[in-house]
């Protein structure tokens, strides 16, 4: 079992950044992939961005590439998802999820571990 709780999220202005993080609760964080998902209101839940469990891969929506990145500490069991050069279409909550290994997956239903989201709103 992995415990996921999220953070970092908030009210800013476009152009702004914000740090989000996923601390993690099992000591085995290393052996899991991280990644972020996002839900607008009234739209599906969408692929963000995911890095691999051995941390040397990732991969982004086209959304965000460039303005987003997404890192792991292990020693902290947590996992970062740094937002740049915000939008108002960034506006949703960010879920963190994870998965035991495995190649890297942006379709939701292939995690079986998510945090209870943190709201990130962006004003024009």
């Known amino acids: 079992q992995v415990q996921l709780v999220e953070s970092g999220g908030g009210l800013v202005q476009a152009g702004d950044s914000l740090r989000l993080s996923c601390a993690a609760s099992r000591r085995t964080f290393s052996d899991y992939a991280l990644a972020w998902f996002r839900q607008a209101p009234g739209k599906e839940r969408a692929f963000v961005a995911v890095i691999s469990w051995t941390g040397l891969d990732t991969a982004y929506a086209d959304s965000v590439k460039g303005r987003f990145t997404i890192s792991r500490d292990n020693a902290k069991s947590t996992a970062y998802l740094e937002t740049n050069s915000l939008k108002p279409e960034d506006t949703a909550v960010y879920y963190c999820?994870?998965?035991?290994?495995?190649?890297?997956?942006?379709?939701?239903?292939?995690?079986?571990?998510w945090g209870q989201g943190t709201q990130v709103t962006v004003s024009s």
């Open positions: 999820a994870a998965r035991y290994r495995g190649m890297l997956q942006t379709i939701s239903g292939r995690y079986n571990y």
